[in-house]
């Protein structure tokens, strides 16, 4: 007898404590970056990273901003029957976070491709065009299309585009291209990495290349044709066609109206809607 | 949310072909701390001026340091000296011909070191005085006693912590990931690349983490029986 | 030479330019670390306790439970607090799935830290003598008051510095809770990276920062346990 | 053959040893009697380098030895011409008792193997311990564990053995075992310094004994001279306080 009631003293006492942790936890919580909206409105979940610049990624005092911010913001506008929250996630937790319906939206330049769409619903309205090219160090001259990249060894990041794209090509080709896996979000290894001859290139669009070429001194440059030319969309749950359609409305009339290439211009510094 | 069970099956076939190189990443690392972290330990148990004080700031900034700052910090170190190092002595070696799992070892092998440098100083603190003097009164020198009789006493004591930082040392080295090395968890991850069904890889590299890891708590418990046979006898 | 070569990738001036904008989020990383010691705590003794007394079944459920923390990677935990809880709890009708994420880690990190924790609270109560009971009923103390006022305190002088270890431990692995969003220190870190592209300084300055919580947390362990050695075994 | 002059040892302002001088002759017994805090078992310390004394000198043998700057070499020297009883026994927990004794010879003394065996186990059967060659000490009582400490020392056929109160954790029923042994290897002309609260046992077996108080020798003399005739106040006061233990025993 005396043990029971030892042991239920100590869980109330527990609860308690766990009660009073969850509180605090729910006070001390600042991470979610809302939009005003009518109060009837429903409430959206947009899942984004905060590490991909310049489309999504935290400026010096902490904010969330970026390009997939700025397009989203504007959708919301033109769709006042919902009101869009942001969540940043790691980028691979985003489609996790989707499937299991914490977030309803992913948006981190997602890419189409079978496999994918087998899980999720994907938008028929692309936001932004992703053209890949080859990266190699300043120096190199031997690497010009992507034929010349067979031997070589290349740099992928883990859950890319740029995987992607390569995986394809290599599926089709016979293995021709040896794949590296990063973890793609440190740029300073992988341009190590060129610099040293322990890789031969990496896949990037030029907007980023530059970025690089601004912050470490010209350590590398883009080379040959693009390797693919794709186009970015979001992501929803299977049954939240109804949410699809209403954006793929808006994003065609932004489009249609000029808006979309205007947030790019401003935000990526050039239009990158319809082409790089 | 529906969960792919064919897809974790073949995420953890793909682990599997990859887990001698987590195996390795953990055990070079185990034994090179081993021997480090036992000289350090004995160093610092002894407070040899200066080189105790010197090795006891080593092991408190190497275990400060999120092990993933440790990979990085030491992988352009590593290179970079290298590199250095050749040049000056107009060597044909570059630093792109050492594998990188040679970098992932040394810096792993820094985190082992100093984890087992504490578990063996709590060890040989945990071997009574007395021991060193009966020791030295039947004419021991301070190595010989060392060897045969104080070591021997605190490895047992040791074997505990010592699979628990093993066990640290197998489920920390995912993180080689960060220098482009495939390891078992990441083996499942590239899978899911394409289709991006991320928990089904998880879940399958958990999995073999945690068989794995079973397998190395039960060696370690057979270890430790088998090294205190001296103290088993009293249970019996 | 050395310092040409590493010339745009490392500059020490960007780690202190850094390490400011790092502080602004050490309350994060440490309400994180704080909460998850209190609920680990506080779930370990319950653990322990229940193992001590050996509630029929729960031994095996503990031991499975203890295993399976010890033997998997705390990122695979987080996932599956984060995503398969709520999955669980929805099919009872619970809809937790909206939580903030600050209360899924600290779930993570807390439970994660009860299995390390049990086992070094219940053999730091085992260890207290069964004389120290026996003494405590003669003078006429119900078990709840012998467990409190007597036990637990030398209890907690044996298990202090392997929970000191553990919380050190659990500072290092908050490192990767800036994967579910969460800008701590290290999400701070890998912000300033993505956003200057000199991640490589951002990291240092973060493991600055984590060393000296590491060094100040080490420092509080050892002036507890002193004080406490005092208070109860004298000076 | 031991010869100390004027030893001293501090433990911090605490001075334990104010200045003493003992000599001991080969084959002498001496007891060493005294309340506790005196620092008799410092003296059998320092004698052995576990504690290193301020100043002052020692011969045993032919080794000279000045205590505060003797070398590893000179102390390890001393060490294997000495041999120790401790009060708590200190075996080695992960040896046998065969190899406790066998300990010293093998990797000290470089005796063979075979040899050292020969030797421990007729120094453990000596000490009554024949049937408990392959146990470790934590299968061993007290009493046991003490005897094959003595054969340890034994087997090192040392010049001196040092017994630091080698019954004084013993339970009251296993002190004679030990007692008897000691009283036997006596009886054979080793040389031994023992400390101890035996008053009895140091009656009877001692050549010399030397009441110590304070830090200093206050009287030394047969057994005879100091517990019936003692001529200090010091020591007649403490010879009173433990009368009633052993005056029957005489």
């Given amino acids: 007898m005396k043990e029971n009631i030892l042991i239920r003293k100590v869980v109330a006492l527990v609860s308690v404590m766990i009660f009073t942790t969850l509180i605090m936890a729910g006070c001390g919580s600042t991470t979610k970056d809302s939009t005003s909206g009518a109060s009837e409105s429903k409430k959206i979940i947009i899942g984004t990273g905060n590490g991909f610049k310049p489309y999504c990624y935290l400026d010096d005092s902490g904010n969330l901003v970026g390009y997939e911010l700025e397009v989203l913001k504007e959708v919301n506008r033109r769709l006042p029957q919902y009101k869009f929250e942001f969540e940043t996630l790691d980028f691979k937790n985003i489609l996790l976070s989707l499937g299991a319906s914490k977030v309803d939206i992913g948006a981190h330049q997602f890419e189409k491709n079978p496999d994918r769409a087998q899980k999720y619903l994907f938008a028929d309205e692309s936001y932004t065009t992703f053209i890949l090219r080859i990266t190699v ?18 740099l992928v990041g883990e859950g890319g585009n740029d995987a992607f794209v390569l995986e394809q090509y290599n599926k089709e080709h016979g293995n021709p291209i040896k794949l590296v896996y990063t973890s793609g979000s440190d740029p300073v290894t992988m341009i190590k990495a060129l610099e040293d001859c322990r890789a031969d290139a990496f896949i990037s669009i030029k907007r980023i290349v530059d970025g690089y070429n601004q912050t470490y001194g010209d350590k590398v440059k ?9 186009s970015t969309y979001y992501i929803y749950r299977k049954e939240d066609t109804q949410l699809k359609t209403d954006i793929d409305k808006v994003l065609k009339e932004m489009k249609a109206d000029g808006t979309l290439a205007q947030i790019s211009i401003k935000v990526l510094g050039g239009d990158y809607t319809t082409n790089d | 949310m529906n969960f792919d069970v064919y897809f974790m099956l073949s995420a953890l076939q793909e682990s599997l072909k990859y887990t001698w190189v987590t195996l390795l990443l953990a055990i070079v690392p185990f034994f090179f701390g081993i021997l480090f972290g036992t000289v350090i330990a004995i160093i610092r148990f002894y407070r040899v001026k200066v080189l105790g004080e010197l090795l006891q700031l080593f092991v408190v900034i190497i275990k400060g340091t999120p092990g993933m700052v440790m990979l990085l910090i030491v992988y352009f170190a590593l290179i970079q000296g290298f590199d250095t190092i050749s040049q000056t002595f107009h060597l044909a070696v570059k630093s792109k011909d050492i594998n990188l799992i040679y970098i992932a070892f ?10 087992i440098s504490e578990t063996m100083r709590g060890a040989l603190t945990a071997v009574a005085t007395g021991q060193y ?32 930082n093993l066990i640290g040392l197998i489920k920390g080295s995912s993180l080689v990931f960060m220098i482009s090395v495939t390891d078992l968890m990441n083996a499942a991850l590239i899978p899911a690349n394409t289709n991006y069904k991320y928990l089904e890889a998880y879940i399958a590299a958990a999995l073999v983490y945690w068989v794995l890891n079973v397998v190395v708590e039960n060696i370690f418990f057979w270890l430790e029986q088998h090294l205190s046979t001296y103290k088993r006898e009293v249970l019996v | 030479m050395w310092g040409e070569a590493m010339e745009g990738f490392f500059n020490i001036s960007l780690v202190v330019e850094a390490l400011p904008q790092l502080l602004t989020r050490l309350h994060i990383t440490l309400f994180l670390v704080v909460a998850a010691t209190i609920l680990g705590i506080v ?45 669980i709890l929805s099919s009872v009708g619970i809809n937790i799935n909206r939580w903030d994420k600050m209360i899924f880690l600290i779930l993570t990190y807390g439970l994660n830290m009860a299995a390390f924790l049990a086992e070094i609270i219940r053999a730091a109560i085992v260890s207290v003598p069964i004389g120290q009971t026996e003494a405590a009923y003669a003078v006429g103390m119900t078990r709840l008051q012998t467990f409190w006022r007597i036990i637990a305190p030398q209890a907690v002088l044996m298990g202090l510095p392997s929970i000191g270890i553990n919380i050190v431990g659990l500072l290092q692995d908050s490192s990767i809770a800036f994967l579910l969003g969460i800008v701590d220190v290290m999400g701070k870190a890998r912000a300033i990276g993505a956003n200057t592209y000199h991640s490589l300084e951002a990291y240092v300055g973060a493991a600055v920062i984590f060393l000296v919580i590491t060094l100040l947390l080490e420092k509080v362990c050892a002036t507890i346990e002193r004080r406490l050695t005092m208070k109860i075994i004298g000076d | 053959m031991i010869k100390i002059t004027d030893i001293h040892k501090a433990f911090g302002k605490n001075e334990v040893l104010k200045g003493i001088d003992v000599e001991v002759a080969k084959g002498e017994v001496i007891v060493i009697i005294g309340p506790s805090g005196s620092g008799k078992t410092t003296l059998l310390r320092c004698i052995n380098f576990l504690e290193k004394a301020d100043s002052g000198k020692m011969t045993l043998g032919s080794t000279q030895v000045a205590f505060k700057h003797a070398t590893s070499k000179e102390i390890l020297a001393i060490r294997r011409q000495t041999a120790m009883v401790f009060q708590s026994y200190n075996l080695f927990n992960n040896k ?44 061993l009582s007290g009493g046991q564990q003490q005897r094959v400490g003595i054969a340890r020392a034994l087997a090192l056929n040392p010049e001196v053995i040092l017994f630091d109160e080698p019954t004084s954790a013993l339970d009251p029923t296993l002190v004679s075992e030990v007692l008897a042994v000691m009283k036997k290897i006596a009886q054979e002309g080793i040389t031994m310094i023992v400390v101890t609260h035996e008053m009895s046992f140091a009656y009877d077996i001692a050549n010399r004994i030397l009441f110590m108080d304070g830090g200093v020798i206050v009287e030394q003399g047969t057994p005879k001279d100091l517990f019936v005739n003692a001529k200090e106040e010091r020591t007649k006061q403490f010879l009173k306080r433990i009368v009633p233990e052993w005056s029957y025993n005489i």
Wanted: charge should be positive; glycine fraction near 6%.
């Fill in chain 1, 137 to 154: 160090a300043k120096n190199r001259t031997d690497i010009n299309s992507i034929e010349d990249l067979h031997g070589k060894s290349v």
């Fill in chain 1, 222 to 230: 883009i080379v040959g044709q693009p390797i693919s030319t794709s």
């Fill in chain 4, 96 to 139: 046998t008792a065969l190899e406790n004794v066998m300990e010293g010879l093998v990797t000290a003394r470089k005796v063979p193997l075979r040899q050292a065996a020969e030797i421990g186990k007729n120094m453990l059967d000596k000490v009554g311990l024949a049937d408990k060659h392959n146990a470790y000490p934590s299968r």
């Fill in chain 2, 133 to 164: 003097e009966a020791s030295y009164s039947v004419g021991l020198t301070k190595r010989q006693t060392l060897r045969r009789i104080i070591l021997p006493q605190a490895l047992p004591v040791a074997i505990p912590v010592l699979c628990s």
């Fill in chain 2, 106 to 115: 040394a810096a792993l092998t820094l985190t082992a070191t100093a984890a």
């Fill in chain 3, 43 to 87: 779930a370990g003794i319950i653990i322990a306790l229940l193992r001590i007394y050996r509630i029929p079944g729960f031994n095996q459920i503990s031991l499975l439970y203890i295993s399976f923390m010890r033997g998997t990677p705390i990122i695979v935990q987080m996932f599956i607090v984060y995503y398969g809880l709520p999955a």
